[in-house]
């Protein structure tokens, strides 16, 4: 009797994270099958927590289900994509300290973004409008405003955001981009001599200072406008310019789970 085929590993992810993007890029990469789920902030916050289960302090995505393993950081699904699909290694052995480096430097700094991002959500109606659900018709949108307010602030305490240190956050973000710049003098186009992990995650974090384009990740343009720093972006266009090549040179399959 055949054996039974594996069921095709499930991506839980939202849709603008830049953790998310991180691991279908890795995915991609490796030319790993795969299907997009999209989380709910807060809504789906019960669907999340049952499946990362009562271990872990935070239920966050993306959450990678593939068979009987339930593999919940970005940089877990890397290292499975790593183990499992073709393609060059993004987390080379060799380079695995150095990875880990620019990925640390990365969270911290898109932790500071995030907090600006959703500072810059809550002043636009629109942006809270272009977020709900997709289910929720356009018409009925702005009247639920301040329940889209009110579910982005408990997103906001769920992840010990300050959005009032504007100042301290860029300056975190700028620190990162100057340790970008950095490195990419040192070793351009890749910071460890060749495509990896590390590119990706510092290509994600500009996103945060200016979204990559649409064909690569559809933005409403209240979203994209929120998620935009347009000082941030002026000072580190030099960056940007590297992040879109990038994205034309590695992204494949980019728009397959959109």
Same mark, same amino acid.
């Given at each position: 009797?055949? =054996?039974?085929?594996?069921?095709?590993?499930?991506?839980?992810?939202?849709?603008?994270?830049?953790?998310?993007?991180?691991?279908?890029?890795?995915?991609?990469?490796?030319?790993?099958? $795969?299907?997009?789920?999209?989380?709910?902030?807060?809504?789906?916050?019960?669907?999340? +927590?049952?499946?990362?289960?009562?271990?872990?302090?935070? =239920?966050?995505?993306?959450?990678?289900?593939?068979?009987?393993?339930?593999?919940?950081?970005?940089?877990?699904?890397?290292? $499975?994509?790593?183990?499992?699909?073709?393609?060059?290694?993004?987390?080379?052995?060799? /380079?695995?300290?150095?990875?880990?480096?620019?990925?640390?430097?990365? @969270?911290?700094?898109?932790? !500071?973004?995030?907090?600006?991002?959703?500072?810059?959500?809550?002043?636009?109606?629109? &942006?809270?409008?272009?977020?709900? *659900? #997709?289910?929720?018709?356009?018409?009925?949108? #702005?009247?639920?405003?301040?329940?889209?307010?009110?579910?982005?602030?408990?997103?906001? +305490?769920? $992840? %010990?955001?300050?959005?009032?240190?504007?100042?301290?956050?860029?300056?975190?973000?700028? !620190? =990162?981009? @100057? %340790?970008?710049?950095?490195?990419?003098?040192?070793?351009?186009? /890749?910071?460890?001599?060749?495509?990896? $992990?590390?590119?990706?995650?510092?290509?994600?974090?500009?996103?945060?200072?200016?979204?990559?384009?649409?064909?690569?990740?559809?933005?409403? *343009?209240?979203?994209? %406008? %929120?998620?935009? +720093?347009?000082?941030?972006?002026?000072?580190? &266009?030099?960056?940007?310019?590297?992040?879109?090549?990038?994205?034309?040179?590695?992204?494949?399959?980019?728009?397959?789970?959109?």
């Amino acid at each position: 009797m055949p =054996a039974t085929p594996s069921p095709q590993p499930r991506l839980v992810s939202l849709r603008v994270s830049p953790w998310s993007e991180r691991a279908k890029w890795a995915l991609d990469h490796h030319g790993v099958a $795969y299907r997009a789920v999209e989380h709910f902030p807060v809504i789906g916050e019960r669907r999340l +927590r049952r499946l990362v289960g009562p271990d872990k302090p935070r =239920a966050t995505v993306p959450v990678l289900v593939a068979g009987p393993e339930v593999i919940s950081e970005s940089w877990d699904i890397a290292v $499975y994509t790593d183990r499992v699909g073709s393609g060059s290694k993004l987390i080379p052995s060799e /380079h695995e300290r150095a990875v880990r480096t620019w990925t640390t430097l990365a @969270d911290d700094a898109m932790q !500071a973004g995030r907090a600006l991002v959703i500072a810059a959500m809550l002043s636009s109606p629109r &942006a809270l409008d272009e977020n709900g *659900p #997709p289910a929720v018709p356009g018409w009925l949108r #702005p009247l639920l405003r301040p329940a889209a307010r009110s579910l982005t602030r408990v997103f906001s +305490r769920k $992840y %010990a955001l300050s959005l009032d240190e504007t100042e301290a956050h860029t300056q975190a973000v700028r !620190a =990162a981009l @100057d %340790a970008l710049r950095k490195g990419l003098k040192a070793s351009s186009p /890749h910071l460890l001599g060749s495509f990896s $992990y590390a590119d990706i995650v510092m290509a994600t974090l500009l996103q945060g200072v200016s979204p990559v384009a649409d064909r690569f990740l559809a933005l409403g *343009p209240a979203t994209r %406008a %929120a998620w935009t +720093r347009e000082g941030l972006a002026r000072e580190y &266009a030099d960056l940007l310019e590297w992040r879109d090549r990038l994205y034309e040179a590695k992204r494949v399959g980019a728009s397959t789970h959109r």
